[in-house]
């Protein structure tokens, strides 16, 4: 969409009927009225990082470069629409919908489900407090991890590779299946989950190439990568 047309879409507000669609979801539970308001509160800046989701990395395979000693090395990660909903900790109920439809609706201002489910523990809150710094994900001051499966909470959640960014405020975790790597968890990390980070090997990215269908979109390349030998992680 054109961004003429996603300055006109709606603002996006979240209502449910009185009589709410009941599911199971582990994990997971009915919102309530106090918590309906309270994401309302952010639902303006779940939009704006959904169309900015939508426009820059739905569909695309982001390659970052890091180095490591002597040359630098390279890591594709397979960006889908339907990866979005599953970072905020929110599950939307209504007939037909999809992650992807999901996603769609939330760019265009439709904010009315079945039903909203939230993620237990306060997680979706915590997500959404650190949504607009999911933008740093493409940004070289952001540290790349290669091995983070030892750390228990990352093995409990089947991840192995995570972006951290500089100020360690976020963590994008990723799982790999059938050789293809995508964002599997949005989270802010405790004192503690820093760090046990800390004593891993970390990267800084030394530059990234995001193409999407098939057309380079965005790309930020230090000098020096093109004087060295570049390798796959």
Request: charged residues 25%.
């Amino acid at each position: 969409s054109s961004p003429t047309q996603t300055q006109s879409q709606p603002l996006l507000n979240f209502t449910i009927p009185e009589e709410p669609k009941s599911i199971y979801k582990p994990h997971y539970h009915p919102i309530s009225s106090k918590e309906l308001r309270k994401l309302n509160r952010y639902a303006q800046q779940l939009q704006e990082v959904a169309k900015w989701y939508d426009e820059t990395l739905a569909g695309s395979k982001v390659t970052y470069f890091v180095k490591d000693k002597d040359e630098v090395k390279s890591i594709e990660i397979t960006f889908e629409k339907e990866h979005f909903m599953h970072l905020t900790g929110i599950y939307l109920i209504k007939q037909g919908i999809t992650s992807s439809i999901a996603l769609d609706n939330i760019v265009q201002g439709q904010g009315h489900f079945d039903n909203i489910y939230l993620a237990n523990k306060g997680a979706a809150f915590s997500k959404l407090q650190i949504m607009p710094d999911l933008k740093a994900i493409i940004d070289s001051s952001s540290f790349y991890f290669n091995d983070v499966s030892d750390i228990e909470k990352f093995h409990r959640l089947d991840v192995s590779k995570a972006i951290r960014t500089e100020d360690s405020d976020l963590v994008l975790a990723f799982r790999t299946d059938d050789g293809e790597t995508f964002p599997a968890s949005l989270m802010k990390p405790g004192k503690t989950l820093n760090l046990q980070m800390d004593e891993l090997k970390r990267r800084l990215f030394w530059g990234f190439i995001v193409r999407k269908e098939n057309k380079l979109i965005h790309f930020l390349l230090t000098s020096i990568i093109s004087r060295m030998v570049v390798k796959r992680c």
